[in-house]
């Protein structure tokens, strides 16, 4: 096609620009070939001129149209450039904000710097299953295709995340990891992907760090294998991490910081278990402190170590290994914050007892001397000797930060390794899929060895990308048979060539390092030498000879050349490690216990020029030598780099490129130089290349059909579409090698499908022109007329209301007038007066308020002068006593020194010689006399010393007696000098009143006067009060009357807030209910679980044969006899299995079990409180009911009361009996004349004459009943056997009923003769006969009582008798006793006072459950006979017979009884026959037989009436048994058969039905309403089964869910194709290019399903449950289901689609809508809330359609949406999307302007509609008028063995 013909006049171009890198503008005038330049005109509508390059001639990029724009794939766009890709990007991120886009096979993900919410469980759900091309891009689209190809092609996949520093990579790896954990599950109860979700935030805290880009960078690279079975659910993982950043824990920049753990730990150090770390402040360590930024904002590092702590105990590392890994982690930073000082210039030195040291050593358990001389000394070894050499301080320090950076690597792996260890699985593996998130390609200012590695394997990883590209590419031709030439792409091996070949870089850096004397420099040289003349890739700076440059595929690097030797080398001081093996603390041991055997560098020697440190994880999977231990960085790196690119290639990859939109982390702001530098990088535009190289639109047939249809005329159309097509084509474009015809698909070069849409553009704009010109015409003129007509109109009617307002105007200015006058006078009065008043109270306050002021501030003052008196005094006091203190202590000192004095004289004295020789003259005479002395002295020595103590007590008293007296009178002086000084303030007090008391006086006589003017000014004021009065009274009766209004409209708000509480409580009832159903739900999963665990655990042990469990729902509330007794050995043998396993999930499983019990049953009975209130509401409206019913049950309640006081008495008077004879234990206590005796006389007296009472009463209440009777009905006939009918239903047995049948035969017999002798009313002969019978009846009645009597009397004699035995056996009992010795006697009395009592309560017992037995018979008895007098009042109104009739007709109402009897309506069966009841009606029934041929509800009903045998014969085991049996299978048919819809919908049916039938048969008058006489008979007699009723409604709730379930499974895959893809209406909507995604297309294939198949599978539901006898109520609400759920799937699926969101998509789904309501009009179910559930759905459509321009157009839609959440609005308005051209955008501003509106809204955030959500179900008590004893049982159903009883 030639430029000429593209571009022309109007046609848009991207040229280049220095600020936005690209810039569209408008050609001005048409190109020619040749012209030097283009006239351009941009779009702020400046005009340029852009000149053409003379070389190349190329002309500037065109734009795609702007339908084409914001498309989902970049492939999809007809011009593939690098502004196109850019621009595409800018609009999906800044205008819809969407952060991610294809690009072919890459996905695209902005980071957007905002937390988005479309990472929910619900977002999950709805991208599983579905095709990659189907749903708009995401994250989860490209893992759930991985996921797919992985079970589809068993083929292992990968998912490669890179991009930069802060794009996004680790969040967009966490969120597929998490996809497939969500979607998989795991194989056991292990949680295994709650594990692999646990390793991010461990492996967050340890590796990531915030750097300048990003606040949580990763600096390491690692790759997940997520390991699936055989069934591809998650087993375990196994990680593998690259290059970890080791120099950020000595170093970090400005504004970034450590490792985030090293924060936390700091963040943490408050909590008792770390005090043992003495940790601080984050600020207080050198290793945390150098970026200045240690605190992120937003983040809370005391709970990041939270999680992080509770992700280590997922992981199986206990709380003992955690604070190990704590106190290393701690270690390093007192490592850090040790000081090195010079001690001279070659050597360095630790000052003694550093503390930080010393708590470095205490943490590793290592010497303190140790340490501090391997970290200032290093040894070196010769062949002969070992010296060691002092370090100088730099050295050290870079010594110090080396081991640190050991040390911290070393943590890193081993935290890694256990990690893999507790994700790691027993199962088999039978794939994987593998997360590589991996560092882009990086260039800096300063690129160092760091950076090199990266971008090498970068180099590698583009270099297998642009090789699975060209694969795809290729393979996509050569299906579709298309002839292709080898594409031109980029290929950098020579980059991967220059690096690792043979004397490459890293071949010649390795060799630099084995150099004794290497340095950069010589290396350097070596590459100049090598590579610079031979490889074009390689470059040496101008200005630098340490530098070098390489052109790598994304840019040209330079890389500095100082550093590199060292970090390859990566070297540590072995005399400090050897230190740290010798610790006694074990993990730092275990870190080092591999040392020797480790590939990977122990460390780095120090260096200063680099940015980061690198480490690289060890390889486990190879065997290690000790030649291995020497390899470099750059020998590892290159090794784990290539095992890498094998697994890569052994898979299918999967490829996100993370794009970082701006540097400065803002939301939603896109930097295009930056985007445009990380595109180039990361591949994308190279995939655009090589698919624009090619044929990159790509249409099928029908697609290209449907679009361009309107570009064919109707001979051009044919029935094969593929030669239509062809013809087509060949027309429109000539040069044939823009587009080839495949298969399947046409191929266009680029561009062609944009030329295509020009020329459809065209073609539609001249047919919309000539319409629009012929509709335009028709309006104007209608409008014309329609104005002119309405003008003339108005004219008349304006100028008659214009005259009409003048003159109310005239009226109205007058009284305006007026009223002003006296108005403003009024108002003008009422100010002065206010003013004045309110001077005059302001005075009196300010007045009062000085006067107070006045008052306080002379009592502040005399209170300060006795606080300064109290003071002083105190002060001259404490000065005399320290005075007196020193002049005692002087005096002390003084005596001191003269007696020292004296005593040194003395021992002077002693000492001299001469001294000595006077005292040794006649010292032999003086002995004697001195020994005599002593003698006496000793004696007087006594006495004194006797004297001496008693003087000491003595005076000890008299000294403690004066020293009371003393403080006695100091006190007492005390006292006074405090009386004297207060006389003294007293007298000062005085003087003071006075002056105030004249004061006082002064001002109560201005007080006075002013309060005799204030009184006049009061009078004043009350007289205008009372003015004012009258007024307000006259308002008052206004006020009333607004009052009375107000009072109206308060009755009437109350009465609508009554209405809208009592619908609040409805909706807080169905959401109670909700919970409850909800509970139920995850109660029976858990049920199915443990039966899983229960079967897994049967099949790992060989030789235990396990069967179902019999575990039902509500076994903590109820217990239930075994279904099966083989199921006990199934039991019994679990046991066993489990006894050996590990127990702890099962006692996890109990408790949660327990847990939702107990939730359960406090849910059930606040839905019993809720439900009892409702019942309770609207049992107001029945009050009047029952009491109409009163009357008619006076009789009944008459007769209760006389029965339950003659009972009452009867137990009275036993009592009595029993304690008279008890009372007295003598001899002949029972003889005649005894107490008892006598007692039992006055009862059978009291007895005789209560009969005789009896009988009188009786004879005259049936004479008078007869009377009334017959009085009341022989006018009406003369023959009604109503009479005979009512005294016969009051007889009690058979013999009665014979008796009077017999005596009314005679009695006809004898009245035959005398017929015709009566008068002729027959008055005569009606009385005889009424006589007659009623003197029959109560003879008889008489003889009942008679033999009642007679068997009381017995039974009292036999009581008499027993009373009679039982005292002679005491009486021999006691004269046993007596004849025992006394402790014998009394253990016999006490065993046989115990067996009495135990006999006694026996009795009693006996007695009572007989008393609650006949209780129950006359209760039972009474219903019977209230039932039958209801009958025969009924049947009196009978037609009339003659009289004559009667003689003939008399046993018509004696057979009505024998024919109840033939049946029951109950089913009799034995106990061994109850498993074959159950297998032959439950277990192995076909609904599909039962539905077609017998009635609805047939096994219900059968087991109800079984239910009512075992009822009737009182047995509660079998009653038990059977419920238990039938719950249990029920719930095993539908675990067997529960996808099979007809199965549930036909046991649901079932099962409702035998509810009912428990309900209708309870006895319960609430259930019994709307029983016939025959049903009321057949209630249950014996057991109520109240609670069993719960347990069958619960069941029900689970069968409706699983319906639902079943309903939904079969209903998804239908309905986004039939409600959105399928086009109903043909030719509305318009089919869009498509990318390299496959899209669904949305024309009916076949297979495809459209709307008519949702119709048929909702029809063919329907009758499916209407055969079954579901009941009605219970069909609405399924239907209600079925429609909420194609309602939700259909707008989650248009929410996550832009394809769909146009103005076609809407009228569609319209149409779809009305479709399905029309279906709802067809069942007669519009009212069942179905229609209601489509109302989000059909505002979604409306929304497409409506216009989005104005600010009125918001408010409509505000106004219009109201189903529709905010998110769900702006989510359609940015997905927005024009087919045809003529179609327009949403703009940024209308959707501002609809979210400002929205933001008042309360509501939740969710974006999808919940499709899991099941409405609350409710079973409403639906009765059955079917007859029990008219069931007949079908032999095809094998129940021979039940019998009718």
């Not at 960085?633 to 890498?644: A, I, T």
């Not at 003889?1343 to 009597?1349: D, I, N, T």
Request: charged share 30%; net charge positive.
């Amino acid at each position: 096609m030639a430029a000429s013909e593209l571009y022309t006049k109007r046609a848009r171009v991207w040229i280049p620009d220095a600020e936005e890198v690209w810039k569209s503008a408008e050609l001005a005038k048409d190109f020619k070939n040749g012209d030097p330049s283009l006239q351009l005109m941009l779009e702020d509508g400046t005009s340029i001129e852009h000149k053409l390059d003379p070389k190349t001639k190329n002309l500037p990029y065109l734009r795609n149209p702007d339908i084409l724009v914001g498309e989902n794939d970049l492939t999809a766009l007809s011009y593939l450039h690098e502004p196109a890709v850019l621009h595409n990007l800018k609009v999906r991120f800044i205008d819809s904000k969407l952060i991610y886009t294809y690009c072919g096979i890459v996905l695209v993900a902005i980071n957007p710097y905002e937390t988005l919410g479309i990472y929910g469980t619900d977002i999950i759900n709805a991208y599983s299953g579905q095709n990659m091309g189907d749903m708009d891009p995401h994250i989860f689209a490209v893992a759930e295709e991985a996921y797919k190809q992985m079970a589809r092609d068993e083929r292992n996949q990968s998912i490669i995340v890179s991009g930069e520093s802060g794009a996004g990579k680790t969040v967009s790896a966490k969120y597929a990891m998490r996809y497939f954990a969500t979607v998989s599950g795991s194989t056991s109860e292990a949680n295994v992907e709650q594990k692999v979700l646990a390793s991010n935030p461990i492996m967050e805290a340890i590796g990531n760090a915030k750097t300048t880009r990003n606040d949580n960078s990763s600096r390491f690279g690692k790759y997940i294998e997520i390991g699936f079975d055989t069934r591809y659910r998650i087993i375990g993982a196994n990680m593998r991490t690259y290059l970890l950043e080791k120099s950020r824990v000595v170093f970090q920049a400005d504004e970034e910081r450590n490792y985030h753990i090293f924060y936390q730990l700091c963040a943490s150090s408050h909590l008792p278990e770390f005090k043992t770390l003495k940790l601080s402040s984050a600020n207080d360590f050198l290793y945390t402190r150098q970026g200045r930024s240690p605190v992120i904002h937003g983040v809370d590092d005391t709970k990041e170590l939270s999680a992080t702590r509770n992700a280590f105990t997922l992981l199986g590392i206990n709380e003992s290994y955690q604070m190990g890994l704590f106190q290393v982690l701690a270690a390093i930073l007192h490592l850090g914050n040790v000081e090195i000082k010079d001690k001279d210039s070659d050597s360095s030195l630790i000052p003694p007892n550093n503390r930080h040291l010393m708590a470095f050593c205490e943490l590793v358990g290592v010497t303190y001397q140790d340490m501090a001389q391997w970290l200032c000394h290093r040894k070196l070894k010769t062949a002969t000797e070992t010296y060691i050499k002092t370090l100088p301080r730099l050295q050290a320090t870079n010594a110090r930060d080396a081991l640190a950076k050991h040390i911290y690597a070393k943590l890193f792996n081993w935290i890694v390794e256990h990690v893999n260890k507790a994700l790691i699985t027993n199962i088999k593996q039978h794939s994987f899929i593998g997360v590589l998130d991996i560092y882009g390609f990086e260039t800096f200012e300063i690129n160092s060895f760091e950076q090199f590695c990266i971008n090498y394997a970068n180099e590698k990883l583009q270099q297998q990308f642009n090789m699975h590209v060209f694969k795809l590419e290729q393979e996509e031709y050569m299906k579709e048979q298309i002839p292709w030439t080898l594409i031109d792409f980029y290929d950098n091996q020579p980059c991967i060539n220059l690096i690792e070949a043979k004397m490459g870089i890293l071949d010649l850096l390795d060799e630099e390092c084995k150099m004794p004397k290497g340095s950069d420099d010589s290396w350097a040289q070596k590459l100049y030498n090598t590579h610079l003349k031979t490889c074009s890739l390689f470059e040496k700076p101008r200005m630098s000879n340490r530098a070098f440059i390489i052109q790598h595929f994304a840019d040209k690097v330079e890389y500095q050349c100082e550093g590199f030797l060292e970090k390859n080398k990566d070297t540590v001081n072995e005399d400090q490690i050897n230190v740290l093996k010798a610790s006694k603390f074990d993990l730092l041991v275990e870190l080092f216990q591999d040392e020797e055997k480790a590939t990977s560098p122990t460390g780095q020697v120090p260096g200063t020029g680099g940015r980061t440190r690198l480490s690289i994880k060890p390889d486990k999977g190879r065997g290690k030598t000790s030649k291995e231990h020497k390899k470099t960085v750059g020998c590892q790196f290159r090794n784990s780099l290539q095992m890498l690119m094998d697994t890569l290639n052994a898979t299918t990859p999967h490829y996100v490129r993370c794009i970082k939109p701006n540097d400065f982390k803002l939301a939603f702001s896109f930097d295009p130089k930056r985007a445009v530098q990380q595109l180039r990088a990361c591949g994308v535009l190279e995939t655009i290349r090589i698919s624009a190289a090619g044929f990159p639109s790509r249409w099928t047939y029908q697609e290209f059909f449907s679009r361009y249809r309107v570009l064919m005329k109707q001979k051009d159309v044919l029935s094969d579409k593929k030669l239509t097509c062809r013809n087509v084509l060949e027309k429109l474009v000539q040069d044939q090698d823009k587009y080839q015809f495949g298969k399947t698909k046409i191929f266009f070069r680029a561009g062609q499908v944009a030329y295509l849409e020009k020329l459809r553009a065209d073609k539609l704009r001249v047919a919309c022109i000539r319409i629009q010109k012929t509709i335009r015409c028709w309006l104007a003129r209608k409008k014309y007329l329609r104005t002119r007509s309405a003008a003339i109109t108005i004219q008349r009617f304006t100028r008659g209301y214009q005259a009409r307002c003048l003159a109310k105007f005239m009226r109205r200015t007058q009284a305006a007038t007026i009223i002003q006058k006296y108005q403003r006078m009024y108002m003008e009065r009422k100010r002065y007066r206010q003013k004045q008043a309110a001077a005059l109270v302001m005075q009196t306050i300010l007045r009062a308020y000085m006067a107070r002021q006045k008052y306080q501030g002379l009592l502040r003052e005399h209170n300060a002068v006795i606080i300064q008196k109290r003071v002083r005094g105190w002060l001259a006091r404490c000065w005399y006593k320290r005075c007196l203190v020193s002049l005692v202590y002087l005096q002390c000192c003084f005596r001191r020194m003269k007696a020292r004095r004296e005593l040194k004289k003395l021992k002077i004295e002693a000492r001299s010689v001469e001294h000595f020789k006077k005292l040794n003259k006649g010292m032999e005479n003086k002995i004697m006399q001195l020994q005599r002395r002593i003698d006496e002295q000793s004696k007087d020595n006594r006495s004194i010393n006797e004297k001496l103590v008693s003087l000491e007590t003595s005076s000890t008293a008299e000294r403690e007696r004066m020293r009371g007296e003393l403080s006695r009178l100091r006190g007492v002086e005390e006292d006074a000098k405090n009386k004297g000084n207060q006389v003294t303030s007293l007298l000062e007090q005085l003087e003071k009143l006075k002056k105030e008391l004249s004061s006082t006086q002064k001002e109560k006589k201005t007080i006075e006067d002013w309060a005799q003017t204030y009184r006049d000014e009061m009078e004043k004021m009350v007289s205008e009060l009372k003015d004012q009065n009258c007024s307000l009274k006259k308002e008052k009766d206004d006020l009333n009357r607004l009052i009375q209004e107000q009072s109206q409209q308060m009755t009437e708000k109350m009465a609508r807030a009554i209405v809208e509480k009592t619908q609040q409580l409805e909706t807080d009832l169905n959401e109670e209910r909700s919970r409850y159903q909800n509970l139920l739900t995850e109660h029976l999963r858990l049920e199915e679980k443990y039966d899983d665990l229960k079967e897994a655990m049967n099949v790992s042990k060989p030789g235990h044969r396990r069967t179902d469990s019999t575990h039902s729902s509500n076994e903590s509330e109820y217990t239930y006899n075994s279904e099966y007794a083989e199921l006990e050995e199934g039991s019994r043998a679990a046991e066993d299995v489990t006894r050996g396993m590990d127990t702890s999930l099962t006692l996890k499983l109990q408790k949660r079990l327990t847990e939702l019990e107990q939730e359960k049953q406090s849910l059930r009975n606040e839905l019993e409180n809720r439900e009892d209130q409702f019942q309770r509401a609207r049992a107001r409206d029945d009050v009047e009911f029952k009491k109409a019913r009163g009357a008619e049950l006076e009789y009944e309640s008459l007769k209760r009361q006389e029965l339950e006081s003659e009972n009452k008495k009867l137990k009275h008077d036993l009592a009595e009996i029993r304690r008279s004879l008890l009372g007295n234990a003598a001899t002949g206590a029972g003889a005649p004349g005894s107490p008892a005796y006598k007692v039992v006389l006055e009862q059978l007296n009291a007895s005789c004459e209560e009969l005789e009472v009896r009988k009188e009463e009786v004879l005259i209440l049936r004479s008078q009943l007869v009377s009334q009777k017959e009085a009341m009905h022989h006018k009406e006939t003369m023959t009604e056997p109503s009479a005979y009918v009512e005294d016969v239903s009051k007889l009690k047995d058979a013999g009665e009923l014979k008796q009077a049948y017999i005596g009314l035969k005679d009695t006809n017999r004898s009245a035959a003769p005398d017929f015709h002798k009566l008068n002729e009313d027959g008055e005569l002969w009606l009385v005889n006969q009424g006589l007659k019978e009623t003197i029959r009846l109560l003879e008889h009645q008489l003889q009942a009582q008679r033999r009642g009597y007679d068997s009381e009397v017995e039974s009292l004699r036999g009581e008499l008798q027993n009373v009679k035995e039982e005292n002679n056996r005491q009486q021999q009992l006691l004269a046993q006793n007596l004849q025992l010795p006394p402790e014998a006697r009394i253990e016999a009395s006490l065993q046989h006072e115990i067996t009495r009592l135990t006999n006694e309560n026996l009795d009693l017992m006996e007695q009572l459950e007989k008393q609650d037995r006949t209780i129950r018979k006359l209760k039972k008895q009474l219903k019977v006979y209230s039932k039958r007098i209801g009958e025969m009042g009924a049947g009196q109104t009978e037609g009339q017979t003659s009289p004559g009739q009667v003689v003939d007709e008399p046993i018509h109402p004696v057979n009505i009884p024998r024919r109840e009897k033939d049946f029951q309506g109950m089913l009799e069966y034995k106990k061994e026959d109850e498993l074959k009841l159950v297998k032959n009606l439950i277990l192995e029934l076909k609904p599909r037989g039962v539905a077609v041929n017998l009635i609805p509800g047939l096994p219900a009903y059968i087991l109800f009436m079984c239910l009512r045998h075992a009822d009737y014969v009182n047995d509660d085991q079998k009653v038990r048994t059977l419920l238990t049996s039938t719950i249990n299978s029920i719930k095993k048919i539908l675990k067997k058969r529960g996808d099979d819809f007809e199965t549930v919908s036909f046991w649901l049916s079932n099962t409702c039905r035998f509810l009912h039938c428990l309900k209708q048969y309870s006895g319960d008058e609430a259930f019994m309403r709307h029983n016939t006489q025959r049903q009321n008979e057949h209630t249950l007699s014996n057991f109520d089964l109240a609670e069993y009723r719960q347990v069958i409604s619960d069941l029900a709730i689970q069968i409706y869910q699983q319906l639902i379930k079943c309903m939904e499974n079969i209903l998804q895959p239908m309905i986004v194709s039939g409600m959105l893809e399928h086009e109903t209406i043909q030719g509305v909507s318009g089919v869009k290019p498509t990318g390299l995604r496959k899209r669904t297309s949305s024309i009916a294939d076949e297979g495809t399903y459209t709307l008519d198949s949702i119709l048929r599978q909702l029809s063919a539901f329907h009758s499916t449950m209407c055969q079954h006898g579901t009941d009605p109520e219970l069909i609405k609400q399924v239907v209600k289901q079925q429609f909420y759920i194609i309602g939700a799937v259909t707008l989650n699926n248009l929410l996550l689609r832009k394809d769909m969101c146009s103005w076609s998509k809407g009228m569609q789904i319209r149409y779809n809508v009305s479709q399905l309501e029309e279906w709802l009009r067809d069942k007669g179910l519009m009212i069942c809330g179905a229609k209601e559930t489509l109302e989000p759905l059909i505002q979604a459509a409306q929304l497409l359609q409506v216009k989005k321009k104005t600010d009125e157009d918001a408010e409509a839609i505000c106004s219009m949406c109201l189903a529709l959440t905010t998110a769900q609005i702006v989510k359609v308005l940015n997905l927005y999307t024009p087919v045809n051209e003529f179609e327009e955008r949403v703009s940024v501003a209308f959707i501002r302007t609809i979210q400002t509106r929205l933001r008042d809204r309360c509501e939740s955030p969710q974006l999808l509609m919940d499709t899991k959500m099941i409405y609350p179900v409710t079973f409403p008590f639906n009765p059955s008028s079917l007859a029990l004893e008219t069931i007949q049982i079908p032999s095809s159903l094998n129940l021979s063995f039940l019998t009718r009883v």
